[in-house]
């Protein structure tokens, strides 16, 4: 790295978010905002596709569109391939492409690279160094720069061996990996960055819904750092799997009327797929769309249209399943619902207006559904995962590869996280003593927490209780009032259910105190004046207490000795 | 930044003060669990860099 240095204020540091179906880049701009990057086509969601034709490669949206007519020289859903043994791989999104053959055990395409050739045996490492040079040369043609590294966001599922797969086919593509980051996380500082990076403390659902998979992962930012609670994955359940649904429905109606299923000719099928795939899109926005496909089989042109709720209710089970997967993830990391704070909804298949509403419905009213359905301010979820790498890319721009790999090592990266949140008793509004947390459970340590409390109406002796609370969760029985929404159609599978309950039952959190640690005694404190309280938790987990009257020289200090 | 506010009231002592100190020790907190951070956000790099190079949250300030 020593004489790359001029080169490095020459050139420019991008995200890239490598998906199996789409892939974006993203660069954070001066005054520190990530933004998209569009190719040469103006694609900011760039289909992971390539295909070869007459001795030209094609990329993205050029190559997608030839999985119609040459869908063997067409290479798709490979990203997960990367840095696996043949053996190791489900080919099954991979059947209406290339086909991913086994080469001495190394995954491989064969298609014919030269028109008139013999066809080739692509590997898959080399496949994957074509995509990110396609990419790397869109940023760099955007940019006006040359692109000198890239932070790219990874599955939380992703092996050491993908990893290192992905670091050296990017090497073959003249691209330096600065770092690989994990997608939920990537996601979550996209949302962290729209409040200027304040270090709140949540914990957070992040449910991605992709392509040809979804992932959940429960993750507990606290000061502005996140750790990874839990994570659940579901490689049959996507886009893909929604555009089955349309799919399906559509070749149904062409065979009422001409008696031939379009399913049982390649060529239709990856033509209705295509179409299918663009009604879906509509249907995020519009409640119909409709699809026009000349000659679609047997020569036979095809009309239809199709409104958003026969298509919800025909998806069910997609939507079923996705909301499986996040509850899964979230038992995983022993929570109730009631205790995520927030939930992101990532990926192109989140702007699916019916997945947000279901979200909508599990969790409390109070909780953020970050989607664009169920939240105006929202950010597009296609381009989270790219905005999070452009802005670590932004921020690591100066490290060199050295400071990179020593920040990241598990010397740095692995500490104690608090089992329980520690804080302080107040005196409720009902005069009952109630704990606030200062540092809650899951935040790692070295911590520090400042917080100011009121003295007691009439002054007087004071007691800063240093204790640990507990969550609990309160379960109330509501009446449930009428929704006359039944004719509507709107709630159809739920109707039943409801009908029969009257009574509804509502899950609250509430922190309770668990165990006393210590206590600070401040003797005389008058009326109006603030008490501030510091919490240090220090590597060996021992906490130092500092309690002290704003404006004073009176103070107490103590030390909580490590378990 | 660290800081945070709460409008309640910390409660009046009355009766016998368990020590000669004025701050008394009960017990320690709950055994923590090591659990990796994600390395990634300018908060992390903050820990990171305190962390590497041995530096407490006041030196840090500075
Ligand atoms: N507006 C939209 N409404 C509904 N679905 C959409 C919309 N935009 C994109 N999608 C779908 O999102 C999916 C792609 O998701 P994403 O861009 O997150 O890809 P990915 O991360 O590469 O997927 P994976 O790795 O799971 O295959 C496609 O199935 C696409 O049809
Ligand atoms: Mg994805």
């Known amino acids: ?563 | 930044m660290d800081s945070v506010k709460f409008d309640d009231a910390l409660p009046v002592f009355s009766g016998e003060w368990p020590g000669e100190n004025n701050f008394v020790f009960h017990a320690p907190i709950t055994s923590p669990v090591n659990r990796k951070l994600e390395p990634l956000g300018p908060h992390f790099l903050a820990h990171a860099r305190r962390k590497r190079h041995s530096r407490t949250f006041s030196e840090d300030d500075r």
């Open chain 1, 1 to 563: 790295m020593s004489d790359s240095s001029a080169e490095q204020e020459a050139g420019a540091v991008i995200g890239i978010a490598f998906g199996n179906t789409t892939s974006s880049i993203a660069y954070t701009s001066a005054d520190g905002k990530a933004e998209l990057i569009a190719n040469e086509e103006g694609d900011r969601q760039i289909p992971t596709v390539l295909s070869y034709l007459d001795s030209d490669e094609f990329h993205g949206g050029e190559a997608k569109a030839q999985l119609v007519r040459n869908a063997s020289n067409t290479v798709a859903y490979f990203r997960d391939y990367l840095g696996k043994k043949y053996s190791e791989i489900d080919p099954t999104n991979s059947h209406h492409s290339a086909h991913p053959i086994d080469a001495d055990g190394v995954v491989s395409f064969k298609v014919v690279e030269k028109s008139g050739e013999e066809p080739s045996n692509i590997s898959i490492g080399e496949i994957t160094t074509r995509h990110l040079k396609r990419l790397r040369d869109s940023a760099a043609d955007f940019l006006g720069k040359e692109v000198t590294g890239a932070v790219v966001t990874v599955p939380t599922d992703f092996t050491e061996a993908q990893r290192e797969a992905l670091v050296a086919a990017a090497k073959g593509a003249n691209l330096q990996i600065l770092q690989t980051i994990h997608e939920p996380i990537a996601e979550a500082l996209a949302y962290a960055a729209k409040e200027n990076m304040q270090p709140e403390d949540r914990t957070i659902l992040v449910v991605d819904i992709g392509g040809t998979r979804s992932d959940a992962s429960v993750v507990s930012a606290r000061s502005g750092m996140y750790t990874i609670l839990a994570t659940a994955h579901d490689y049959e359940t996507g886009g893909v799997q929604l555009d089955q649904v349309l799919v399906d429905h559509f070749a149904q109606e062409f065979i009422k009327k001409h008696k031939s299923d379009p399913r049982e000719n390649p060529r239709a099928l990856a033509k209705l797929k295509l179409e299918s795939e663009t009604v879906k899109r509509t249907l995020s926005i519009a409640v119909t769309a409709s699809i026009g496909v000349d000659s679609l089989a047997d020569g036979f042109d095809f009309h239809s249209s199709i409104n958003r709720l026969r298509y919800e209710i025909r998806a069910q089970k997609v939507f079923d399943d996705i909301m499986k997967l996040a509850e899964q993830a979230v038992q995983k990391a022993e929570l109730d619902l009631v205790e995520i704070d927030e939930v992101i909804l990532a990926g192109g298949s989140s702007h699916t207006p019916k997945i947000a509403q279901r979200f909508r419905a599990l969790f409390p009213e109070t909780t953020p559904i970050h989607a664009p359905f169920t939240d105006a301010a929202a950010l597009n979820p296609s381009e989270l995962a790219a905005r999070g790498a452009a802005l670590q890319a932004a921020l690591i721009s100066e490290f060199d590869v050295e400071d990179i790999d020593q920040s990241t090592h598990p010397a740095v990266t692995v500490a104690p996280h608090l089992s329980k949140s520690i804080g302080v008793v107040v005196v409720g509004a009902d005069g009952s003593e109630e704990f606030r947390a200062l540092l809650p459970a899951q935040t790692a340590v070295p911590a520090r927490r400042v917080a100011a409390f009121a003295a007691p109406a009439e002054g007087g002796d004071v007691v800063v209780k240093i204790v640990e609370g507990v969550s609990e969760i309160r379960k109330t029985i509501i009446e449930k009032k009428e929704e006359a929404v039944n004719g509507e159609g709107e709630v159809e599978d739920e109707s039943e259910e409801e009908e029969e309950e009257e009574e509804e039952e509502i899950k609250t959190k509430h922190m309770k105190v668990d165990k006393l640690l210590a206590e600070a005694l401040l003797k005389g404190v008058e009326k109006g004046q603030k008490i501030e309280v510091t919490i240090q938790a220090a590597a060996d987990t021992s906490l130092n207490i500092a309690a002290r009257i704003v404006g004073t020289q009176q103070g107490v200090r103590g030390v909580i000795a490590a378990p």
